[in-house]
């Protein structure tokens, strides 16, 4: 399972969403990350289902700088430690991690910030 996060123009019926990026006509885009870090979202106030979808590329870009803001602060081997995913032996499993996930959230970050008045919706 994983996290359909889309960031398009209002306009834009949901019908369409799934075309993507096209540079002539630019739809929005479609971001996609495993459910796998659902706690780490969630401990910093970014999950995508429920404290992104609905708002604007402008309130989720503030959101998400926040986030990044404060996940800069943490030690990266500590939140490795603590959200990277394993499986009921103790092993890390190869869906997400603490690393790609806050390149996820860059990512998202970066097309808000570029796109302010688009919506941003998740339908996983």
Request: hydrophobic share 30%; proline share 6%.
């Amino acid at each position: 399972m994983s996290y359909d996060l889309y960031v398009v123009r209002r306009d834009i019926p949901e019908n369409f969403w799934d075309y993507g990026y096209d540079p002539d006509y630019d739809y929005g885009c479609y971001f996609n990350y495993t459910y796998n870090l659902g706690p780490f979202f969630a401990a910093y106030h970014v999950r995508p289902s429920t404290d992104l979808d609905g708002k604007t590329g402008r309130e989720c870009a503030e959101i998400i700088g926040h986030a990044l803001m404060r996940i800069y602060l943490q030690p990266l081997h500590e939140l490795r430690s603590e959200y990277n995913p394993r499986d009921e032996n103790g092993e890390l499993v190869d869906w997400g991690s603490v690393d790609s996930a806050i390149a996820w959230l860059k990512l998202i970050y970066d097309y808000c910030r570029e796109h302010p008045d688009y919506i941003v919706r998740e339908r996983s």
